[in-house]
C-alpha cells in the first residue's frame, strides 16, 4: 500500500503494508521514494505500475520524453534483480507504457494535453514498434484484446468531458487486426476502462457529472461488462469513498481503492463471489493498493 501523511504544510508519501486483521499500516523501510507497486516475485518496490511489470515479475518497462515540449522519447526495460536499464527504444515519439504482456510491450503515443491515443507492441528486445491501432483512445489492454474510449453521437445529452468533452462508449480492438467493436455506451456519462479479472472481463467507471465542479460530488457507477451484451453494475455512489481505482488482481480477487479520499481515512474493497465488499476501512489518507495480498 501506499497512503498520504501530512508533517505541517508538506503532504508525503508512505509505502507499506495494511493488515485486515487490525486495519493498521506498517510502513517499509526498504520502500525509495517514487515507488508505486510491490513485485511479489522479489519482495522489491518498483516505480511504475503493475501494467507496466512482465508477468513473471522479473523486468519493468518506463516511458521517458515530454510531449508538451516535444522532448523526444525513450523507452527502458529494467532488471528487477540487477537493475540493469536498457533502452529500447529511441526517437522523435513519446511513448507510454500500457501493457507488458507475455507477447511483448504495449504502448501508447503520449499527447500533449488530453488522452494518449493508438497502440503499438514493442519487442522487449527492441526494434520499430508494430502499429496495432492509431485511432484507439486511452487504450488498456486485457482479456486478449485492446479496449479504449469513444463518444457515440446518439447521446441525447452528453455530460462534460474535460479538455476533450466526454466518451460515453467503450470500443474492442482486435489485436491482429485492428477492427473496431462497440462494446459498452452509457448516454450522459463519462467512461473509464479500470482493468480486469483473470477471466479478460472489463471493469468500467462510468462518471456522471454532479451540480458541483468538485469531482467529488459526482455519481460513479462501477460495471463489470463480461460481452457486448452483458454487463453487470457493481457499485453506485457519490463523494470521496467510492471504488474508482483497481489496485491488483491476485487469487482472493480484484482489489480496488478510491481515488479521491479524505484525509483522515480511506476504503479498501474486494470484489470476488460475485459480489463487492469492503474488506478496511484504514485511519490513513490517501491509501492505494500497489499489489496484490501477501501472505
Not at 507499506?16 to 519482495?43: C, I, N, Q
Not at 479538455?163 to 489485436?175: A, H, Q, S, Y
Amino acid at each position: 500500500m501506499t497512503w498520504q501523511v501530512t508533517d505541517g504544510q508538506a503532504v508525503a508519501t508512505k509505502r507499506g503494508f495494511l493488515s485486515f486483521r487490525d486495519k493498521t499500516v506498517v510502513e517499509d523501510p526498504s520502500a525509495l521514494p517514487g515507488s508505486v507497486f510491490y513485485d511479489r516475485a522479489f519482495a522489491k518496490w518498483l516505480p511504475v505500475p503493475r501494467t507496466a511489470v512482465s508477468v513473471d515479475g522479473k523486468r519493468f518497462a518506463y516511458g521517458e520524453g515530454n510531449a508538451y515540449q516535444n522532448t523526444g522519447g525513450k523507452l527502458h526495460v529494467v532488471d528487477v534483480a540487477t537493475g540493469g536499464d536498457t533502452v529500447i527504444y529511441s526517437g522523435g515519439t513519446v511513448y507510454n507504457v500500457v501493457d507488458f504482456a507475455v507477447e511483448g510491450i504495449y504502448i501508447t503515443a503520449a499527447a500533449p494535453e488530453g488522452y494518449p491515443r493508438g497502440l503499438w507492441l514493442e519487442k522487449p528486445t527492441g526494434g520499430s514498434p508494430q502499429l496495432i491501432s492509431t485511432s484507439i483512445v486511452a487504450p488498456m489492454v486485457g482479456g486478449g484484446a485492446a479496449w479504449g474510449v469513444h463518444f457515440n453521437n446518439a447521446d441525447p445529452s452528453p455530460g462534460p468531458g474535460g479538455i476533450e468533452g466526454p466518451f460515453n462508449e467503450v470500443v474492442r480492438v482486435d489485436l491482429s487486426s485492428g477492427s473496431t467493436t462497440t462494446w459498452f455506451y452509457r448516454p450522459g456519462s463519462t467512461l473509464y476502462v479500470l482493468g480486469f479479472d483473470r477471466r479478460g472481463d472489463l471493469f468500467v467507471s462510468v462518471a456522471y457529472a454532479g451540480t458541483s465542479n468538485d469531482v467529488t460530488g459526482h455519481t460513479y457507477e462501477l460495471w463489470l461488462v463480461a460481452s457486448a451484451t452483458a454487463a453487470s453494475p457493481l457499485s453506485t455512489g457519490s463523494g470521496a469513498q467510492v471504488p474508482l481505482v483497481l489496485g491488483a488482481v491476485d487469487d482472493d480477487g480484484v482489489w480496488f481503492y478510491a481515488q479521491y479520499v479524505s484525509a483522515s481515512s480511506s476504503t479498501v474493497w474486494l470484489y470476488a463471489g460475485a459480489s463487492m465488499q469492503v474488506v478496511a476501512t484504514a485511519n490513513v489518507g490517501g491509501l492505494a493498493v500497489a499489489g496484490g495480498c501477501i501472505p
